[in-house]
């Protein structure tokens, strides 16, 4: 348990660190925080004295240190503060969006992670046939493209040229499961296109790697049939490394949902941080990368306690 | 009860195929509550002029009575006398008072951040009186003539029994924040994706023609359109010639928005102080290729004035600053600068350089082809795209030459007597522009309106550069035919739009008449 | 009829312009519940020549020749029906024994995979691991516990345990006693002699370059140099007296012999002649120009010209 | 393998070389005008010709993108090489890079966003930023080992100091790696400079591939009619065919597939 702890311990130390940077960074920001405030979307103007009490309703006239404080107090009871804009909760307003990118990467990632491996495994076990070769290139060819490309693409054909998909991403009232289905397709694919080529090479270069061992051959000596040399054997050998790198890839792939986002004009996470950008609203900004940040760090810990417990060898020392 | 009522009536017609859902395409924008200072002149009044009333309401040409039946002024001006229209009803069934529209106002002059107009409400309304349940007086400190238009016609009559209960209204989250007297009455909301708004059914201006409204943000509306996600949007013409003639499909006429886009000068930091280099530059810019390249010709050249041509104030016969090198080359000239090849000396004979910012991605077009012009003239540009928040704080310091700026629609001149941004002072402006606000007879007005464009014309502050085209298409479903309401939605020349809430009732009695 | 017949074995691997050579026509029988050492410095191809049985070599290499266990040749047959052997007829005990067993599964499972593969119930496969644990004087709880969890000389044993416990009729032992101290060399020697008593029908064929060892356990003896066979014999005749000048080197290089440095025989195949001929105290002339033949001889088969037509 | 990298690197040395030919893009034609005489690659939206727009974007794009690679090798080879070298700067060094390599891109980009203003520059110190982590990582193994190797503590026993042996042991052992480790940087800035212009960090009046890709999106029509095919196509295969030759470069360098390539 000794490095669980220790490895708690640094994420927390780290987490802390960013919560202050979070709130240091945005308010020392070049763009004046009064900004959105100065006037409304047709560009009225506020009087002094309305600015005034609107800074006083988010508390912004207070010194910066009592802002800090407040910041820190508020986020302890879990609360994030009022957003500027929208005059609500922060954590009200994150909540859809938050969600909406979370059935994105939910709905992409992990059958771009099952394609990816079993491609991977399909890629080794004929290695120095054309197919591995094959499947190489495509897939170095699909990292390739600019990742809002073949989003592009993807809307082009199957949206637009062959109008099968709505060109929409966002749902209707009364929307059946199916319609449902049909309209998040697109964005899906698009976000799983991109994953599934880096889970594939990366999942390649892990297994080449293990099946040079000798208990590879020892098991081909045991009669073991092909397939389960290679399902239960490279793979469960090079499963715990592979594993915590795709978790990283995951915390790494909020760039990946970005492209997919401001293609479909899909309300995920991204497109509501670009907003809150534009308007200067900051409570709310912090309010993402909070989300942001904390889903990396808490995917960072997965990766190092994967590593730890599915190799036995590092699981009593963990 | 009512929701119930209501309720049953949807799936009565729903049962006769007479249930009906319209979606707009519109952007997303927030809470659809009766207060939100920042978001309230853009789309966020479009989506909630369905849901709440003012007690003024504007037809395709001008203000109409609406909450409010009829008005009478007092000689000076300093009375407002307002008779109310009787059986209406709230969306929770409570009946509409003079004490809510007491509490509106009283409230807007407590907590003047709650709108931006409150703060007129705030510097000139002294009390507001209910002789009777459907009476209400309002007592001016000094007169103000168009308080009607200007804010009767802005503010949202909200229900006392509930915000009265609400300590700060600003951030209230309560599960009846949405009740209001509207048309139609908020069934869901779900952010980033829709508004679900329901009919209701005994709404007093008239019935709503479909049980069902929907307003989505749409990422392509021409392909939504297209393939049905979408009953209505607004287009440039070019976009909107394809569905002109196609069956189910109508079109409004094309028709200069409001929003408008501007290059502002800092009159406070050379070489942009001097009047004749602000001139030589508006003669050296090109607006007609500028539409016709960025617009694809769907605009027309703004008027120096600074005011759209609708707006009742709007005057002729300015100059008009047409694209004419020449003249700007013999404007700088008079300046002392020498042209040298192809680059313009300043009197010291140094290369002239300008900053040019640009407010946001999507006016990158425009501004590469104001700085080609600019070259053009032999000055030396340097550009820089700003998000709206560093650009605001740019302005508002003075920190830059030329800001290629661009925003919603307004109707008459800037609120505050400095025009566009804190550094333009001119003492004759801020006098004419208090007489503009507080002139008794409408001829004065007029006379002021005229003399302050003729001094923005000459004195260019900021060349106003072009108004874009835009025109609705919708679906012809349920009988609604959308119009352009003239001067904007609301009373003081609101968000321009055409999706007035007049086109979603079938009209009743003498309420409103098509 | 001999369980394993190897005749002109060769491999080659494909190296930058050409294939280097490792075995060269290489040849001997195994009779069953014989134990034959192969003899030769480490590195000599003596691993490649397992390796080639199993057919485990990489694709590219090149492998003549045939090898005919219980009358079919190993070399020829289908890939499915050597693969079916292996497991159950033919056993292997590799030689790195601490990264032969796979790091993450438990040591008892890998061990009886041959039987599972072959259907046997996973009770009755433990069971037997267990019977033969307990006879190696292995723990039984050793076998639910990871291959890092257990010694040198624990892993080593289990693997032995594995290789019998197929009730395989040939068992390829790979180098048993590298790496293992001077001290556990004994116990090496027994665990053999004990699993020759558990399974004495069973074939045996020791790769070694560790002749003590070699002559505890072996009744035939095989001797390697430069890929090819240059001794081949009867183990008591051959320690007494080696025929072939390199085997007469090996064994005085014993350090009970006074541990005379052996020259190493690598990378002198080219040239022709005889690989041995620089180190060859009797060299004489045949030997350099012509590689001599295997001769004949009444105490076993040797390729040396002194053994040729021209007689001692 | 040779002649498929030259194939995908003639369009972007080509269009550089071109670039010095086409006068500076204006936007002085009619919007959407299909490939034909004068505009062998038609107009865009606003009317500036897309040959010269690819052309002259090739300078801001290829010179993004080598020197932010050129810049994130150097940094990660630099505390790589001192993380893999000198113990007690490990543990330091590797946490930063960790930190670097886990902190969310969204944020950090946004961040950047409201500081620096968007031109070029910003843009390569952006991308180096992300990019240097990766060499970091790759580089430090391989310093550590040649640190542990028989020959290096020798020289160090015999009085050889930090510098010397980085300078004349282990820069030219890393070498060939530096060298993938560039190409890899250069790709990697290549497809994420593109993707800073789809967030608006890149000056959008200065020609560049990803500028062009994201003003085509931009604009409403580009899928309603055929302009796509002129406004989109140019710049995402120039810029694909460049990343696919990088990327076959490193293939071709170890000889069995670099299972690496998966960053």
New interface residues.
Partial sequence: MRRVLALLGQNLALALLALALNFLLLRLA???PF?????????????A???A??EA?YGLDRPLWAQFLAYFGRLFQGRLG?S??????VT??IA??LA?TAILVGLGFFPALLVGLLLALLSVAFHRTPLDGGLFTTMILLKSLPPYFTAMALLLLL??LW?LF????????GMGFGENLRRLFLPVLAYALWEVGTIYLVARGALFSVLGSPFVAYARAKGVPESWVYLRHVLRAALPPLLARITLLLAGSLGGVFFVERV??Y?GLS??ALAA????DYPLLEGVFLVSLGAVLFLNLLADLLLAFLDPRTREAA | MKRLFGWLIGLLLAGQGLAQ?Y?LAQM?A??P?P??????????WIVTSFVYDTLLWRDAQKPIPWLAESWRWNADKTELRLSLRKGVRWHDGKPFTAEDVRFTFELLKA???LS?Q??LV?DYVERVETPDPYAVVFRFRRPVPDFLEQVLGWEKVVPAHIWGKVD?P??Y?GPDRYVGTGPFQV??Y?????Y?FEANPDYFAGQPRVT?L?L?????????LR?G??DAAS?PP??AK?FSGQTGFLLTPPQPSYAYTKLIFNTARTPTNRREFRQALAYGINRERLIQ??L?GDGIVASPGGLHPESPWFVKGLPSYAYNPERALALLARLGYRRQGARLLDPQGRETFLSLL?R???N??G???V??DLEGLGLRVE????????M??VL?KGEFLLAYYA????FNF???PDFPASVYKNPRYSELYRVFIEAKIPGDRLRAAGEIQGLLAEDLPALPLYHSLVQAVYRDKAGIRLFWTRGGLAGRG??PSFYNKLAFIEPKGEVYRR | MPLLEVQKLSVAFPKPGGYEEVLREVSFCLEAGETLALIGESGGGKSVLIEALLRLLPRESRVSGRAFFQGRDLLSMPLREHRSLLGQKIAWIPQAATEALHPLLPVGFQLAEPLLVRGIPRREAYARLVGLFRALDLPEEALHRYPHQLSGGMRQRALVAGALATGATLVLADEPTKGVDVLRKDQTIALFQKSRVLNPGMGLLLVTHDLPFAQALAQKVVVLYAGKVVEEGKAQTFFQGPLHPYAQALLEALPERGFKPLPLGLGREGRGGCPFFPFCPEGSMPCEERDPPLFQTPKGRVRCWRYGDTGP | MKIAILTLLTPSLGLLALSFFLPYP??SFP?YLPPGPGHPLGTD???YDVLSLLAHGARTTLGVGFLAGSLATFLGAGIGGSAGLWSRLEAPLMRLTDLFFAFPRLPLLILM??YL???PLNAVLVLALFGWPDTARTLRPLVAGLRQAGYVRVARSLGAGGVYLLTQHVLPQAWPLVATQWILEVRFALIAGAGLAFL?LT???RPDWGVML??AF?R??T??GPYWIWTVLPPALALASLVLGLSLVVLGRPRQLDPRLGG
């Fill in positions: 070049p763009a004046s900004a959105a405030l100065e006037r409304d979307d047709l560009g009225t103007v506020f009087t004295e309305q600015r009490r609107l309703h009022e500027l804009y929208f005059n609500q909760p009200q307003v859809p969006y909406n949206a637009v109008p709505p060109t929409t991403a966002t749902s209707l009232p479909f004009a309300p497109t509501l950008v534009g308007r200067f | 859902t979606i997303d927030g809470d509550t207060f939100a200072p920042l978001r309230q002149a853009g789309p966020h907590r003047p951040e931006n409150a703060n705030k700060n600003l951030g989250q069934r869901e779900r952010r980033g994706e829709y679900l069902q929907v989505r943000e749409v990422a392509n509306p021409v392909l939504a393939q996600e979408v287009l070019r976009l394809e390249q960025v694809q640009c946001g991605q999507d990158a077009r501004c590469a082809l700085k080609e550009l820089k795209v700003l998000e709206t928040a560093p605001e704080e508002s925003h919603g629609g307004t800037f609120q505050n609101g968000p | 204006r936007a919007a939206d606003a009317g966003s409201l203003r968007p031109d608006g000056d959008p009046t994201f003003q931009n409403t029509e899928f309603l």
